[in-house]
C-alpha cells in the first residue's frame, strides 16, 4: 500500500471517533436536561394541584358563607312557623274548653236574667224567682249601708209562705220578712211597760273603744261631736229615730231610698223597672216588667229579739 493512500484512509477513520465520543457527551447532558426538565415540571404541576385545592377550599368555603344567611332565615322561619302552629292549636284547645266552661256559666248565671226577661215578655217571674231577686238586692243594700253606720237589711230564715201572700199568679203580691240589724256600736231592743206590750224599737249606743285601735271601728259612744263626721246620714239616732226609738214612718223613708238606689245597681234593672209606692208605714214596691205587667213587693219589716230567733215587727 503506497504511503498516500495509508494517510487517506488514517484520516477518515480518526474523525469518526472522535464524532461518536462527542455524540455521547451530548446524549448523557441531554438525557440529565431532561430529566431535570421533568422533575421541575412534576414540582411545577404539583404546585398547581396544590393551589387548586387551596382555590377550592377558598372557593367551598365562600359558598357556605353565601348560603349560611338564607339557610339561617330558613331555620328560623321554620321554628316561627312551628311556633305559631303550636300556639294556635293551644289556644283552639284552651278556647274550646273555656267556651263550653263559660257557657255552662253563662246558662247558669244568665237563668235568673233569662226567666225574668222571659217573664217580662209573658208574664212576671215566679215567687222562686222573686225570692231570689230579694235577697240579691238585700245585699246590695247590706254593702251601702256599712258605708254609712246605718242598719243592715237581711231575709228572714224562714219566710212567709201562705199561699195568699206569696202566689204571684193569684195576688200578684210578694211579702218578704226583712229583719234591721243594728249597725257596730248600736243596739236594738224592745221597750215595753208594765200595762203595754213591748211594741217599740229602742236603739242604745255601745262601746266600742276597745276595737277602736284594732278594728278601726268608731265609737259613737266617747267620740266628741267635732270628731263626728258632718253628715247627719251618719247618725242612727237622728236619721230614724224619734227620740231613742225608731220611728217606723223615717225607717220606711230610709229603707225606700236605699233599695231603689240598690236596685239600680243590679243588672235585672235593664229589664224591669223597681218603684217605690207612696206609703208612711209599710214599705212597698211595684215591680213593672217591659210588657207593663207589675206585681207589689211589700216588706214587712221587722228586729230581732236576742239570740231566741224571735222578731218583733216595726209597726
Not at 30 to 48: D, G, N, P, S
Not at 66 to 87: N, Q, Y
Not at 93 to 110: F, L, N
Not at 209 to 238: A, I, K, M, V
Request: aromatic share 6%.
Amino acid at each position: 500500500m503506497s504511503p498516500t493512500v495509508a494517510l487517506i484512509l488514517a484520516l477518515l477513520v480518526t474523525p469518526s471517533g472522535v464524532d461518536i465520543k462527542i455524540d455521547k457527551d451530548a446524549e448523557k447532558r441531554m438525557w440529565e436536561h431532561e430529566e431535570l426538565l421533568h422533575q421541575e415540571m412534576t414540582r411545577l404541576l404539583q404546585e398547581i394541584e396544590g393551589n387548586n385545592s387551596v382555590m377550592e377550599s377558598l372557593f367551598l368555603s365562600a359558598r357556605q358563607l353565601l348560603w349560611l344567611p338564607w339557610l339561617t332565615t330558613a331555620i328560623l322561619l321554620s321554628v316561627a312557623f312551628w311556633l305559631v302552629r303550636r300556639w294556635k292549636h293551644a289556644s283552639s284547645r284552651r278556647w274550646d274548653g273555656s267556651s263550653s266552661k263559660e257557657k255552662v256559666g253563662s246558662e247558669e248565671k244568665a237563668s235568673s236574667k233569662d226567666e225574668i226577661s222571659e217573664h217580662g215578655k209573658q208574664g212576671l217571674p215566679s215567687t222562686k224567682l222573686l225570692k231570689e231577686l230579694v235577697d240579691e238586692l238585700l245585699g246590695v243594700c247590706r254593702v251601702l249601708s256599712r258605708r254609712s253606720f246605718m242598719p243592715e237589711l237581711h231575709p228572714a230564715a224562714r219566710m212567709d209562705t201562705n199561699p195568699e201572700s206569696c202566689s204571684i199568679q193569684e195576688s200578684s203580691t210578694y211579702r218578704p220578712l226583712v229583719i234591721l240589724r243594728p249597725p257596730p256600736g248600736h243596739s236594738f231592743s224592745p221597750e215595753s211597760t208594765k200595762q203595754l206590750p213591748a211594741r217599740r224599737i229602742r236603739v242604745a249606743l255601745e262601746c266600742l273603744c276597745s276595737g277602736e285601735q284594732l278594728l278601726g271601728q268608731r265609737c259613737f259612744l266617747h267620740t266628741s261631736g267635732s270628731q263626728l263626721p258632718t253628715d247627719q246620714d251618719w247618725y242612727l239616732l237622728d236619721t230614724l229615730c224619734t227620740g231613742s226609738c225608731l220611728d217606723i214612718e223615717k225607717v220606711t223613708c230610709w229603707v225606700q231610698r236605699l233599695v231603689v238606689s240598690a236596685w239600680l245597681l243590679l243588672p235585672h234593672s235593664h229589664h224591669c223597672q223597681l218603684t217605690a209606692l207612696p206609703s208612711s208605714k209599710s214599705c212597698s214596691f211595684q215591680l213593672s216588667s217591659i210588657s207593663g205587667l207589675h206585681c207589689t213587693i211589700e216588706m214587712a219589716l221587722a228586729v230581732q229579739q236576742g239570740s231566741s230567733g224571735a222578731y218583733l215587727s216595726l209597726e
